[in-house]
Nanobody, 126 residues
Framework: QVQLVESGGGSVQAGGSLRLSCAAS????????MGWSRQAPGKEREGVAT????????FYADSVKGRFTISQDNAKKTLYLQMNSLKPEDTAMYYC???????????????????WGQGTQVTVSS
């Protein structure tokens, strides 16, 4: 079992920045990938960014490429999402997730992940 707890959400104006954190505990050594997804009201959950635990590969949704950066601190068992140049359309609940592997060519798919946090709200005003 893996437990994930997100923090760092909040309300910002367009153009601002936030950094989300996700603290992992439990049986984390077997995890191969971790990622962030988001879900806006009335919309399906979508993958935002994925990283493998060795940190050698990262993947981003086109909508956040160049603005968001996913990273991890293995010693602290913490995943981060640095979000810059935020837009109102980034408003959503953001979820941290962990899994063993991803389908080749589809690293952002939510089906890749076995464990999910409770989410942290991000609201961007214009």
């Amino acid at each position: 079992q893996v437990q994930l707890v997100e923090s760092g959400g909040g309300s910002v104006q367009a153009g601002g920045s936030l950094r989300l954190s996700c603290a992992a505990s439990g049986n984390t050594y077997s995890n191969y990938i971790m990622g962030w997804s988001r879900q806006a009201p009335g919309k399906e959950r979508e993958g935002v960014a994925t990283i493998n635990t060795r940190g050698s590969a990262t993947f981003y949704a086109d909508s956040v490429k160049g603005r968001f950066t996913i990273s991890q601190d293995n010693a602290k068992k913490t995943l981060y999402l640095q979000m810059n140049s935020l837009k109102p359309e980034d408003t959503a609940m953001y979820y941290c997730a962990a899994g063993k592997s991803y389908v080749p060519g589809r690293p952002l798919d939510k089906g890749n992940f076995d464990y999910w946090g409770q989410g942290t709200q991000v609201t961007v005003s214009s």
